[in-house]
């Protein structure tokens, strides 16, 4: 970093060689069977540049999983559930998704972060709970967080399917279909 401790691009380089690393090593193995070795010969980083970084693999993933939130959370923040419906809305986060296709596969996959999935429920619940609210304002809190979590688990499972690339949905395909499901599973529920 320089003086004033912005980044230059050989850092900006290193890092992203090293976030790409660690992305291929989780396609095939588990966080927990990726050494610091191997991820540094695959970068073509040594030893002493990761360590100048990051702590150990737990702390890179922790960086690139914060940017992810963070990025997910401005996007969540900046497109609110408004008197437009649900589409807008689920548009946003898909085009969001889209855009981290890599990064969300592999976390969702089968090598992937079950903390990674924790947190996405997390932020998905906070603003279902909203729009719960707003939809049935007379149900029980209780029976929001059935309904949470019967969406969110089940767009988990959408999401892995459109990720995996074998559905071929475009994003605004897979979209519509999210909200098709949500709206007409919601719909029973606030009648």
């Not at 588990?30 to 702590?55: C, M, W």
Request: charged share 25%; proline share 4%; with cysteine.
């Amino acid at each position: 970093m320089n003086k004033a401790g912005e980044e230059n691009r050989s850092v900006r380089n290193t890092r992203r060689r090293l976030r790409e690393a660690l992305l291929r090593l989780l396609e095939q193995k588990p966080l927990h069977e990726i050494s610091v070795k191997e991820l540094t010969e695959l970068a073509d980083v040594n030893r002493g540049t990761f360590y100048f970084h990051y702590q150990d693999i737990f702390d890179l993933l922790g960086s690139m999983e914060d940017a992810f939130f963070e990025q997910l959370d401005r996007t969540l923040s900046e497109n609110p559930v408004r008197g437009g419906g649900v589409y807008p809305y689920l548009h946003a986060i898909f085009s969001f998704l889209e855009e981290n296709r890599d990064f969300c596969r592999i976390m969702l996959g089968p090598h992937g972060d079950m903390q990674f999935v924790d947190r996405v429920k997390q932020r998905v619940d906070a603003q279902c709970s909203f729009i719960w609210q707003m939809l049935a304002p007379e149900a029980a809190p209780e029976r929001y967080a059935m309904y949470n979590a019967f969406i969110i688990n089940g767009c988990i499972g959408l999401l892995q399917e459109w990720l995996s690339g074998r559905s071929g949905l475009t994003e605004a395909s897979v979209t519509e279909l999210a909200a098709t499901i949500i709206l007409a599973s919601v719909g029973p529920c606030i009648a």
